[in-house]
């Protein structure tokens, strides 16, 4: 069983910086992707940023150059680095990863539970 465990939300003043972590667990072989995605009240799930295997990154305009995403191979984790948080990036933030185990040699989708973003004005 493959787990992903987000930590790091809170509550911040616009203009504030705040770094989500993501943690995998359980037998797998490798990480094809990781990314976060969010969900505002009344809005979809949008992608935030992602990082594929290789090192790319992919963001959401809406976060360019202000977000960053990285990882630690060793402890299985990525993060994202938020800077210059606005009202628009309150939200649930949702860890994602393209698993490689046994029974899915592509990679399989998993998701986090979610972390709670409140950004105020």
């Known amino acids: 069983q493959v787990q992903l465990v987000e930590s790091g939300g809170g509550l911040v003043q616009a203009g504030g910086s705040l770094r989500l972590s993501c943690a995998a667990s359980g037998r797998f072989s490798s990480i094809n992707a990781m990314g976060w995605y969010r969900q505002a009240p009344g809005k979809q799930r949008e992608l935030v940023a992602v990082m594929r295997s290789g090192g790319s990154t992919n963001y959401a305009d809406s976060v360019k150059g202000r977000f960053t995403i990285s990882r630690d191979n060793a402890k299985r984790t990525v993060y994202l680095q938020m800077n210059s948080l606005n009202p628009e990036d309150t939200g649930v933030y949702y860890c994602?990863?393209?698993?490689?185990?046994?029974?899915?040699?592509?990679?399989?989708?998993?998701w986090g539970q979610g972390t709670q973003v409140t950004v105020s004005s």
């Open positions: 994602n990863g393209v698993i490689v185990t046994t029974y899915h040699p592509y990679g399989d989708n998993y």
